[in-house]
């Protein structure tokens, strides 16, 4: 047993941690997050060159990492500074291809930081269920081997969706099959409709109308299912950073902000609430570990963490940042504070890739059937 | 024992939503039941409309202007304004600053700021709150200094609730600095245009102008503006503490809230079916739902116990915690009834907002950790 990372990915923790500290302070991040595009190219780019993009995918792939704790080191440090930039549909977009053997030229265009990609499972009606799908795949042309679909239905609340070239798409094959896709953005057919998110950055709805698509896969649901575990192995452990820093910052101030002569940490009723605090984000992070762990195992232990954790995460996530804001109050709510920011990252972690009833029911019905 | 409302209570309902349904802008009830923001001309125009038919200060005394109406009454009021979705009265004129006139304000003070609560002539916003005294109110450091027949105010407000759109400010002004800091505190009522006021917007969590800073350097307000006696104003804060505790649990606020949660739930989907049939999803809302159901009684029994209207300090916290946190689930079952469209900045209804912004409700007015400790004084007597 050894709960530290790796060497290699303590170091890739600590350099990118460091990086996010000097150059994307809160301020650069809300103009960041806050400005037309909801990204910056430029950013994303310098954490290519840093090699963050490449340790999502294995070797295979043109990267070097792609395992549970590769995701998870990533993407705690992109929790604990709110990054933006477009990291969860790029890894989910990107594994898509890698383990569907695809465009290894995009993938590794990926990597470099000059594309970003977007992730399209959701849709209007679906409510996380990944099998719930109307858009439809048509074959483009007599013979389906040669890869050119046409797709129409809609895809909504894909985050980040604007700063991609390319969507990864799921959609109906004929009745009773599903397909996961490859279409690029913008052209005839591929309409993006983008708005802003709650917690910063840029989401948006993708309209198909007989867009034009390349097939990755006709046997879309397995694929589904172990990508979107990824994303929630991405998420848990973003949850993780973020609930990190809800808890400092609310320490912080539970020892300097003073009412009736004498820090409010001396008050009792709150030192007893940043202890729950404390302890489910010592319990959320036991749950993403156990997540990442499996998420190279067999599919129903596999899928049975990461439903367990998403569910602890949304949980947590929600406890942490209402008390947070609780525990500040006036200031807690304010937009100048960063804990703000961080509490409404904390609660929108909770509304991606399945939320808590969503996962504790599905981790009832993988009990049963496992 | 008798739950039912007297004939005559019904028949005061009746009139009450006949009048809403003649009255009520549809826009303005629109805006309400999907959690829109009102601009202050749609508040100036509903108070318009209530106090042309008497109701816009139902609490104060028939001969100021109030209604004179029973405790059962005031509650079928507010019963009926929140299931037509009406938009609440703007608190700091009529249920705040009016009841303490009316108590401890010398005759030429009623006689000028009352009327002009009711025609709208002046919106009045709450300067209490300071940086640095917040649940601790009684460390406020504002400080006003006689100067002949003038003070001179210097210091800061904060979290001034749509001082924005304020002509006057009702302040908590330090006086004395002897004796116990509650002892030297005034009540002062101040002309937001005069000069040395400077109001600065701060921009909460959901991205909106709601509250702000206010600044006083070397403002001059005049003595008549000094409600009571100086270095009483901690007694008149506290009233208005105690004052009005009908609508502190909004627990008609909640009811008409939850229904909307029904609608709203009932529009989402999961596994092809209405959320409302999802057990779990269907167990969060009953849970809310027996837990109003229980507030409503327990709301009118400490209404009905305290008889005029001032309930015992303890009772009204009861009703303020368990109020706020029912008001607070509802909001946070919308948001998940949402699922993944509860990310968007501009949700549906402004569901996500107001979940945001109804953090506000166990903080402000007395945080809700302040009255425990205020219930627990009470029940341990130690
Ligand atoms: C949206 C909004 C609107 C507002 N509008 C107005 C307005 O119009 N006018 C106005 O004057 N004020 C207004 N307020 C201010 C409000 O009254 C204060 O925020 C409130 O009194 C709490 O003070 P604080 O924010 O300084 O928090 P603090 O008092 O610093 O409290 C921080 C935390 O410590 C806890 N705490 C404090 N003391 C104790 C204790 N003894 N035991 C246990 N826990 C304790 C609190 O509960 C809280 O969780 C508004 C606030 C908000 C958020």
Redesign the pocket.
């Known amino acids: 047993m050894n709960f530290t990372h790796s060497e290699d990915r303590q170091m890739l923790a600590d350099t990118f941690g460091r990086h996010l500290d000097q150059q994307y302070t809160i301020d650069v991040r809300h103009r960041i997050s806050g400005s037309p595009e909801g990204w910056s190219r430029e950013r994303w780019l310098g954490m290519a060159d840093l090699g963050i993009i490449g340790a999502l995918f294995d070797e295979r792939s043109g990267g070097y990492g792609g395992s549970g704790f590769d995701l998870a080191v990533v993407f705690e440090q992109l929790g604990r500074s709110l990054v933006v930039e477009p990291f969860l549909g790029s890894l989910m977009a990107g594994q898509a291809l890698a383990k569907a053997g695809c465009r290894s030229d995009l993938l590794a265009q990926l990597i470099a930081g000059e594309t970003a990609l977007a992730f399209a499972s959701e849709e209007p009606q679906s409510r996380y269920d990944l099998a719930s799908l109307t858009t439809q795949a048509q074959p483009a042309q007599a013979q389906h081997d040669h890869g050119t679909w046409t797709l129409s239905g809609r895809k909504s609340v894909i985050p980040q969706l604007e700063a991609a070239s390319h969507a990864v798409v799921s959609a109906r094959l004929g009745k009773d099959s599903a397909g996961l896709f490859l279409v690029e953005l913008g052209k005839p057919g591929a309409v993006v409709s983008g708005y802003k998110m709650v917690d910063g950055g840029r989401g948006g709805d993708l309209t198909l109308d007989r867009a034009s698509a390349t097939l990755l896969t006709d046997n879309a649901l397995p694929l589904l299912e172990e990508i979107t575990a990824a994303g929630i192995v991405a998420l848990s452990w973003e949850a993780v950073g973020v609930m990190d820093v809800l808890k400092k910052s609310t320490l912080d ?1 539970l020892r300097t ?1 003073k ?2 002569g004498i820090p ?1 940490g001396k ?1 009792q ?2 030192q007893h609430r940043i202890v729950n605090v404390a302890i489910e984000i010592e319990q959320a992070r036991s749950a993403a570990i156990n997540a990442a762990a499996a998420l190279a195992g067999p599919r129903a232990a596999r899928e049975r963490a990461v439903s367990a954790a998403k569910y602890t995460v949304g949980r947590a996530g929600t406890i942490a940042a209402e008390e947070s804001i ?8 304010s937009w100048e504070l960063p804990l703000s920011h961080y509490a409404k990252r904390a609660l929108m972690i909770g509304h991606q890739l399945g939320d808590e009833d969503h996962h504790l029911s599905r981790f009832i019905s993988l009990a049963v059937t496992g | 024992m008798d739950l039912t409302f007297t004939p005559a209570e019904e028949a005061f309902r009746a009139e009450v939503r006949a009048f809403l349904e003649q009255n009520l802008p549809s826009m303005l009830a629109e805006k309400i039941r999907t959690a829109q923001r009102l601009s202050k001309s749609d508040h100036e125009q509903w108070h318009a409309i209530l106090n042309q038919r008497g109701w816009l200060a139902v609490h104060w005394p028939v001969e100021h202007g109030g209604t004179g109406w029973s405790i059962e009454q005031s509650y079928i009021f507010e019963d009926e304004l929140s299931r037509a979705h009406a938009p609440g009265v703007v608190a ?1 004129g009529p249920s705040m600053l009016g009841p303490v006139l009316i108590k401890y304000g010398s005759e030429a003070q009623k006689r000028y700021w009352l009327p002009r609560i009711l025609d709208g002539s002046d919106w009045w ?5 300071e ?1 640095g ?5 009684a460390s406020l450091k504002t400080s006003a200094v006689r100067d002949g027949d003038h003070y001179i105010v210097n210091g800061q ?7 924005q759109h304020a002509n006057m400010i009702f302040c908590l002004v330090r006086t004395s600095s002897e004796g116990r800091k509650q002892e030297g505190i005034s009540f002062l009522l101040i002309d937001m245009k005069t000069p040395g006021i400077e109001v600065r917007p701060i921009i ?1 969590l959901d991205g909106e102008h ?2 702000n800073e206010i600044f006083f350097t070397n403002v001059k307000v005049p003595v008549e503006n000094l409600v009571g006696t100086e270095n009483k104003g901690w007694t008149y804060a506290k009233y208005l503490l105690t004052y009005e505790r009908t609508g502190i649990a909004g627990v008609s606020r909640s009811i008409a809230a939850l229904k909307e949660l029904r609608r709203i739930a009932q529009a989402q989907l999961r596994n092809g079916k209405p959320l409302t049939e999802d057990p779990l999803f269907a167990a969060r809302m009953a849970r809310v739902d027996i837990d109003l159901r229980n507030m409503v009684t327990t709301n009118l029994r400490v209404l009905l116990a305290s008889g005029d209207g001032a309930a015992p300090l303890e009772m009204g916290a009861m009703l303020k915690i368990r109020g706020t946190e029912i008001r607070q689930e509802i909001t946070r079952l919308a948001r998940i009834a949402l699922g993944p469209q509860a990310q968007p900045f501009c949700t549906p209804e402004g569901i996500t907002a107001q979940y945001l ?1 109804y ?2 409700l166990s ?8 009255q ?2 205020i219930i627990s004084k009470s029940l341990l007597e130690m």
């Open positions: 101030y902000r009412q009736f409010i008050f009723a709150l609780q525990m500040h109050g006036g200031i807690g709510m | 700091f916003c709450q300067g209490y709150s940086p005294a917040g649940s601790d109110l407000k904060t979290w001034t609730t749509l001082g909460l709601e509250v912004n953090r506000k903080i402000f007015g007395g945080s809700n950790e302040v425990r400790e």
